[in-house]
């Protein structure tokens, strides 16, 4: 019986149902977490009736979703995407080697899949305690990313 964990899907034909399957429900459990701080509200007050409440004191538009969305762009949350076949590959080479510097090329690269994958908008440096944070994230995220 063969153990299907991440090392497994990765390795079928990305064509497959089983596959396609996978990612799918890798996506569905990114979208049930919350957007940010707007969802957290929502759910709350939804919770405990207060939504509901407010809707029959005011009426249906309570200026609730343009709230809920405010927040969420205020105070978003760190949802990281699904890596993409090629930065996992990228990502599972460069970690797989022990090093102790980085080439600009490699930093270039990891900074595109860092920024593309976990939403955030860091810029090449020459702090190396800076972009070792920029490392340790990404390893961390790969080893979540294959353990899921």
Not at 46 to 54: F, N, P, Q, R, S
Request: with cysteine.
């Amino acid at each position: 019986m063969v153990e299907k964990d991440n090392e497994y899907y990765e390795s079928l034909d990305k064509r497959t149902k089983e596959y396609k399957e996978w990612v799918a429900s890798f996506e569905k459990e990114q979208e049930s977490t919350p957007d940010g701080l707007g969802d957290v509200v929502e759910t709350i007050t939804e919770k405990t009736g207060i939504k509901k409440l407010v809707k029959m004191v005011v009426g249906e538009d309570c200026g609730c979703d343009e709230r809920k969305e405010k927040l969420n762009k205020i105070f978003p949350a760190n949802k990281p995407l699904c890596l993409e076949e090629e930065e996992y590959i990228f990502l599972k080479e460069w970690f797989s080697k022990n090093r102790i510097t980085v080439r600009p090329t490699e930093q270039a690269e990891l900074l595109k899949i860092y920024n593309r994958v976990l939403r955030y908008n860091q810029r090449p440096t020459n702090c190396a305690s800076c972009f070792r944070e920029v490392i340790h994230k990404l390893k961390k995220y790969l080893e979540a990313y294959e353990s899921a």
